[in-house]
């Protein structure tokens, strides 16, 4: 799993014209295109909290200021605050009978923070019931919000009745309809309904008053030693925005903000490309179109030393992912000319245009897609996909076109274990591929860095690979019915290295 | 700095036979040893009082700092009692009063002063030259600082379980004077 | 959307408000009383690794990526909810440039395909806070301070006034004072200083008072600064903060350049620009907003050098400005202008006013907002 965490030396060129590594590609199944984290329409898909691990509907999530009910951070440090249980004197030590009480308070294991140091009274249960504090302009803040909507509200309903006027004049009964419910409504001599929300509009707010009063500075502030300890940082004051406290007894324990799972969906089918599962213990999908499941992987094997001008030899590995064979032909760049003829086109517009969504034809259902699908893209408006940029890699080196293609079996994981000998009966061309064992290919390229590289210089390779994709979908609905082959293109780079002097 | 070794423990006090312990160290009652830990009374004697707890590869050193090697009269150092040193700790403060806690991996360096329920946080590295005022809080990365209402609890359970098991499946050292 | 968020149970619209601050992004939800988030205006950078403030870009492309960026980790990490489809409403500041406004847009609506995009002006809504509608509004924020007077609920462009003073120049003071007193602090990297500065301009400094200022700055000084404070920096090192720079650093705000341009010339110039009948109006009614208004002593100190200034012989036209007063919005200096837009976010204006996607395809641009001021909410 090296390549995960490896430089980016693989990249593919997506579909939006980035250049990503493969494990960081989709592959969307019906367009038969690669997307990547870019393209692709982010969905919030289920709220959970990190520390309980309790999912949380996002009606209830919505309503708790996405934040989880029974976890809590420390306002110091922001990590979680753990229950501690303590036992304290019984409430009246004169009482003999009286038996020590069991109460608990919030401990931070990291910065030893506690509950006690800001005078939060302890609790008697563990689950919490700590006490919540409250903006101190609520009511101020509410009798503003209400009298702002009621005043624009107000504003609406004015215009709406210049409108209707304007209307009354070129008035046409050749509408659809022909009668609106508002037509009716007079007709049958009912008047209309009064906005409740005018209502407030009898009690006028009253402006705020300045004051020339200012908050003057404490005398002692020139001749006291401050005490860094006790003020709070910037990073904690933002952390409570509504109280930003100055000093540290204020700092009060903030409910654990919750975490989402998202969901990617392509844009220009919509359907979605990853989908995780609900179980936030779970870390599995339930959708995971990873490009790396459907493309060939490319790994380099070798390379010869990288000389301004001379050919050099450069080994790769070919992995074929998928339970189909497939058939790999190497191409030059040029051979995808109607993404670069839009790159041109692209650039040769005015900057303003660059971004103009591709217009699309509404989405056409097709009965094979569950029911929960197709509500889901009722209640949501279909997206549209961006043009793509124009992919800035340069090429600095000439990759010598093999005139051959090769097979690549099926992926196997029962012959990871076979060791017995293997007969290949594909017709390889022994110029190109050096070995293969399973899905695996070792091909061999020549490839000559470009003249006007310097010394030092990443010497970049670019190809198209064109692969044979089995196409699953189709099958899994009709049993009898061949799986749908087609031939997919996506561009590749290399990262070779850095060129090595000339010659010796 | 091959000085003869002079230890005294003091009864009560659990010493492992695998601790290391060079030069003049006294040990007060009630202090547990575990094996492995290291105190090192290089520069001067160490006087470690009642209750102390030191885990396994934690060090203390009495060092004293390059530019008053000089000065004639060593001063002793002396550590409070309750004091916890946790495992891999590495203590060379000039002076140590009682409640603190220095947890794993930390390092205090021999120009700080530490005096009572101090916690020294998990990695801690501190070296420039202080008094920590009393339950001072360090942790974190960065070493920030913070003030405890009150310090520490102290280990009670742990040092009666600690006292019990160790004698069981360790060599202990007899004490040599009485308390 | 998954189907699970409950179409149809949920009748309240959720209309996202950002203020994207040249040092802080203040991001929450319309009819709240504060702000879900404040959050450094600034991304991770996945390739280089570097932490760049999303106003440092390069170019239009380089801005529309970083915004991407980190308007993404708005709404999915602080807001949690999908963009695609919703209502946002954007804070920003009248002297915000272009090429950044129009790139916000194009971000948010091709982007996060956002339904439709409300851009009210920082100073006008932060007046709705306290349900007035005149008033003269300072912003001081990271960059710039920027004053603009807003009469009967339509800003008087013409009278703005605006000086490079902010945190951004507290910093960099605070970086050449620290150096004469510690001379290790070269050996402290750029990035651990930077972190740091705000840290002690918080924690540590104030605004003094116009009489000390004076005799500090004298050589021979019969006053001694206030104590000095010892900055531990990790466990290493520390820094020494002199009682001067902690009384001394806000001075800066109100030194008089050539042309007499400070805060406090800044405040009167603008309500010199005004017609005399508003003249008295806004010096009643000045609104302090900014992250870098809360220093402790600012207001007092800005109320002390307004009167001083008044009685300077280039304002004596003002002989009728009698008082000075200032407003207390009931929510802190930084985010009132997001409380602004949250309550005009709340109220009809968002699906009367604002510009819906359709409409941006149509257009390909925002409309510049003083074009259409008569439109624009006007305050109660």
Known sequence: ?504 | MTSRNNIKIIAGAIVCHEAKLRGDVTIGAGTIMHPCAFVNAEAGPIIIGEKCLVEEQSKITHRVPFDRVEQKNVPVLIIGSNNVFEVGCNVEACRIGDNNIFESKCFVGNKVTVTNGCIIGAGCYITEEQVLPENTIIYGENCLQREALCGPGQQTLQMDTLSKMLPNYHRIRKPNLKS | MPIYEGYGTITDKLTFIIDIGAAYTKIGFSAEFAPRAIVASEVRCKNTNQVRNIYDYKDKEDLYDLLVEFIHLLYFKYALISPKDRAVVIVESLLCPTLFRETLAKVLFYHYEVASLLVVPSHLVSLATLAIDTGLVLDIGYTEAVAIPICHGSPVLHAWQALPLGSQAIHSHVKTLLSADNTGIQNISESVLEDIKEDIKVRCCFVTKRERAEKLRSVSSDIAPCPSVVYPLGGTKSLNVSGKLREMMYEIFFDEDLDHLCISTMILNVIASVDVESRTLLAENIVLIGGTCMAPGFKARLKAELYRQLKNERYSKFKNIKTIKFHTPPAKENYTAWLGAAIYGATEIVSMKALSKDQYFKEKRLPDWWSNLKDVVRSI
């Open chain 1, 1 to 504: 799993m090296a390549y995960i965490i490896e430089q980016e030396v693989v990249k593919y060129v997506c579909t939006c014209g980035l250049l990503k590594p493969i494990s960081k590609l989709y592959f969307c199944r019906y367009c038969l295109e690669v997307r990547c984290g870019f393209c692709v329409c982010h969905e919030v898909d289920s709220h959970f909290c990190e520390k309980c691990l309790e999912n949380m509907p996002s009606a209830e999530a919505r309503l708790k200021k996405n934040r989880c009910g029974n976890c809590l951070i420390c306002p110091s440090c922001l990590l979680h605050l753990s229950v501690r249980a303590a036992t304290v004197g019984p409430k009246n030590p004169e009482d003999p009978k009286a038996t020590p009480r069991k109460v608990v308070y919030l401990h931070c294991l990291m910065c030893r923070w506690s509950s006690r140091d800001v005078g939060i009274p302890d609790q008697i249960a563990a689950t919490g019931g700590w006490p919540e504090r409250e903006n101190v302009y609520n009511v101020r803040l509410s009798e503003i919000i209400e009298w702002y909507k009621s005043v624009v509200l107000l504003e609406k309903q004015q215009k709406l009745e210049k409108d209707k006027k304007k209307q009354r004049k070129y008035m046409s009964f050749t509408d659809k309809t022909g009668l609106t419910a508002e037509m009716i409504r007079k007709r049958i001599g009912l008047t209309e309904p009064p906005n409740p929300l005018l209502k407030t509009k009898a009690k006028p707010l009253e402006g705020a008053i300045a004051k020339e009063d200012v908050e003057e500075l404490p005398d002692n502030i020139f001749t006291q030693p401050i005490k860094l300890n006790e003020i709070t940082t910037v990073q904690q004051r933002l952390l409570q925005p509504e109280w930003q406290p100055v000093t540290v007894d204020k700092l009060f324990p903030i409910h654990k903000h919750l975490s989402v799972k998202q969901s990617l969906r392509c844009r220009s089918c919509e359907h979605n490309v990853s989908k995780p599962e609900f179980n936030p213990n779970s870390v599995r999908f339930k959708i995971q179109l990873f490009a790396y499941y459907h493309i060939p992987e490319i790994r380099i094997v070798t390379v010869e030393p990288l000389r301004a001008g001379q050919p050099a030899e450069l080994l790769l590995k070919f992995i074929n992912p998928t339970q189909h064979q497939t058939v790999v032909t190497i191409l030059d760049l040029s051979s995808m000319p109607e993404l670069i003829q839009d790159d041109k086109c692209s650039a040769d517009t005015s900057t303003d245009d660059e971004l103009k969504p591709i217009e699309k034809e509404p989405l056409s259902l097709s009965l094979t897609q569950s029911a929960s699908l197709l509500h889901t893209t009722l209640s949501r408006q279909p997206s549209f996909t961006i043009k793509p940029r124009q992919t800035k890699q340069q090429v600095g080196a000439d990759i010598e076109i093999p005139a051959a293609n090769f097979v690549l079996p099926p992926r196997d994981d029962a012959a990871e274990f076979d060791d017995s000998g293997e007969n290949y009966n594909f017709n390889d061309d022994p110029r190109l591929v050096k070995w293969r064992k399973s899905n695996k290919a070792v091909i061999k390229l020549q490839i000559t860095p470009s003249t006007d590289l310097n010394l030092g210089d990443q010497v970049v390779v670019g190809f198209v690979m064109q692969h044979i994709y089995t196409n699953t979908i189709a099958t899994s609905v009709e049993k009898d019915k061949e799986p749908q082959k087609c031939q997919h293109k996506i561009r590749v780079f290399l990262s070779l290295g850095n060129l090595l002097g000339s010659s010796e």
